[in-house]
């Protein structure tokens, strides 16, 4: 009996000791996204991608959002500008079961560096017939400009990929047209930049 129990309590810790992101968008999960969002002091919805090296933070390539989060994070938005948010304002794309990927363009040495690709792998794989391609994606157009009159426009990107692949053993590749800017510590950074997932408070 006490085996039994021990099981028992193992099987009931597990799997929120692995992940705790939530798949089905129930009415009670879209209230708690709703709270969540009209109740954070800051900016929330949005899990970030970005490099590690050995000193430390690499560059920042992008964003990814899951049901719960997109919610949340509607229900924040609506809360900073003064506006009602409730259940009825919810859409289907909102709770869809769907990972959202974000690229973002950024500016290195005055070029704008664009997104090309975003693609989910194996963690460390390096076989492209591993690649897992979204089911759909978007360009987002991008405008930059600076102090001195200098203006441009680059190209971000959101991709579509079913919730399942939303693991630690996997990783997001994206994909630029030229290498990231690097910091005061970190050089020669990345063009194809794989990012493991971090499921730690990812909901």
């Known amino acids: 009996m006490k ?9 009931s810790v597990s799997p929120r000791a692995q992940a705790q992101v939530v798949v089905t968008m129930t009415p009670e999960m879209i209230a ?10 800051k900016d929330i919805g949005l899990y970030p991608l ?15 959002t899951t049901p719960f989060s997109r919610v949340a994070r509607a229900s924040y938005d609506a809360k900073r500008t003064y506006k009602p948010f409730t259940q009825a304002d919810v859409t289907a794309e909102m709770v869809a079961p769907e990972l959202h990927i974000y690229g973002t363009s950024t500016v290195s040495d005055g070029t704008i560096v664009n997104v090309e690709a975003i693609v989910v792998m194996p963690r460390k794989s390096k076989d492209p017939s591993n690649a897992i391609q979204p089911s759909k994606s978007d360009l987002i157009a991008d405008e930059y400009k600076n102090r001195m009159g200098w203006t441009g426009k680059g190209r971000s990107m959101m991709a579509v990929f079913p919730l399942t692949v939303l693991s630690e053993d996997n990783e997001a590749h994206v994909v630029f047209d030229g290498r990231l800017p690097g910091t005061s510590m970190v050089k020669g950074l990345c063009s194809d930049c794989a990012v493991p997932f971090k499921l730690k408070d990812v909901r």
């Open 3 to 11: 085996r039994a129990a021990f099981v028992l309590f193992l099987l």
């Open 32 to 41: 708690s996204a709703i709270a969540s969002g009209a109740n954070a002091k």
């Open 50 to 64: 970005q490099e590690r090296s050995g000193f430390g933070n690499g560059p920042l390539v992008g964003f990814f």
